[in-house]
């Protein structure tokens, strides 16, 4: 109980060297696109959080592990020397998307 609010109240505790970024993974439970879906919801939040522009979803679909590892490459560039956290809320639907 209360993980939700957990992970959305990491951010006021965290210091100003970190950026933490909140992804609400419920909306995933009916993808169809596999995991490239799951890279893209990711990183549409880290998009709005620091101002990156989120890779081409095109290409995060066709090969969506190469991708997302750029991409996040290209966000702790961004952030210099802040450390980046993804905070993932109902991790759950990962898990029944694998049990598919």
Do not use: C, W
């Amino acid at each position: 109980m209360g993980k939700t609010s957990i992970l959305r109240n990491v951010a006021k505790s965290s210091g100003a060297d970190t950026q933490v970024v909140y992804v609400n993974l419920q909306p995933l439970g009916a993808i169809s696109q596999g995991i490239g879906e799951l890279f893209l919801a990711i990183a549409d939040e880290i998009s709005d959080a620091i101002h990156l522009p989120p890779p081409d979803t095109d290409e995060l679909l066709k090969l969506p592990q190469q991708t997302f590892k750029l991409y996040l490459q290209q966000a702790i560039e961004k952030l210099e020397n802040k450390r980046l956290i993804i905070a993932l809320d109902e991790f759950e639907e990962i898990e029944k998307l694998i049990n598919i």
